[in-house]
């Protein structure tokens, strides 16, 4: 049985409150290794649940395209770097994709 496209590869979804913030955690991540790319998508608005209460807010989504194995790593960096207490670090797996896409993935995410 051959592997699944993209059964290694990772989108891992995190949000920023502003573009600054997101800009900077991208060029960090992307100049570390840890994601071969991030797409930033400004405009958000979230409603959320904050410590009993309603809230809402606007946002910067992050789209971090990473390989499995690297995941963890990521994610100790995301907390360190990021202003939120908790922080939104959701991760995606894929089913498929372009090929070269993911293999570009698997080489610029490497370790």
Partial sequence: MSPVPGAEVRVVLVT????????????????????????????????????GAVEESHEVLLLLKTRADRVDTLRDRVVSLHPYDVPEFVVVPLDGGLDRYLAWI???AAP
């Avoid at 409150?17 to 930033?40: F, T, W």
């Fill in 16 to 51: 920023a409150p502003s573009y600054d913030v997101a800009l900077e955690l991208a060029r960090a991540v992307v100049g570390e290794g840890l994601a071969a790319c991030v797409n930033l998508i400004p405009g958000l608005h979230s409603v959320y649940r904050w410590e």
């Fill in 106 to 108: 698997r080489t610029e």
